[in-house]
């Protein structure tokens, strides 16, 4: 159950996404509509094989891992819709472009963000922002509320969650895109 501990940099934990935490997050999804879900952060493949349980015959996963080790840790699924990409979060428009991927439905974030460069943050609100459809939506869950204002400042309208059912208790953001496109108006 636990991660190891070597991984803690990359994953910001040592324990996996409880059942609670992960049905809080992706309660969200509208899975009878969404065809294009990227996920940021696969980590051990709890949430990844809860989306892919989920999701449409139609649909498509794009699940970006930066860590070799939980790339190969999630070989083994071998579900036609999944696109297992090992890159980084930070590269997401060009990896959307390289896959020919339009406007996405939902981007679920599992990335650490109160333990990443700020930098790398905002590249990654941003194109979150840019790459999602008017009525998409981009979720992610995180330890603290840390992250809070780079995501209201980053984000139309943000919601907040939370559920003690996890180690540690998590809080859920369900952020709606829109602020890149009300600032160029």
Known sequence: MALHIKHLKTSG??????????????????????????????????????????MRPDARLISLELNTAFIEE???????????VQGCAG??????????LGELDYIVSSLPLAIMDDELVERILVASDDLLADSGMFLQYQYSLSQRSN?????????????????????????????ARAAAR
């Open 13 to 54: 934990t040592i324990m996996r996404s409880s059942p609670f935490l992960i049905s809080r997050l992706l309660r969200a999804i509208d899975f009878s509509r969404a065809t294009t879900v990227v996920q940021l952060g696969v980590g051990t493949g709890c949430i990844t094989k809860a989306l892919l349980r989920r």
């Open 74 to 84: 999630n070989r083994d699924l071998t579900d036609p819709r999944l696109s297992l």
């Open 91 to 100: 590269d997401l428009p060009a990896i959307a472009r390289d896959l020919g």
């Open 151 to 179: 995501l209201e400042r980053r984000f139309r309208d943000v919601r907040v969650g939370f559920t003690l059912v996890n180690i540690p208790p998590a809080f859920v953001y369900e952020c709606t895109p829109g602020m």
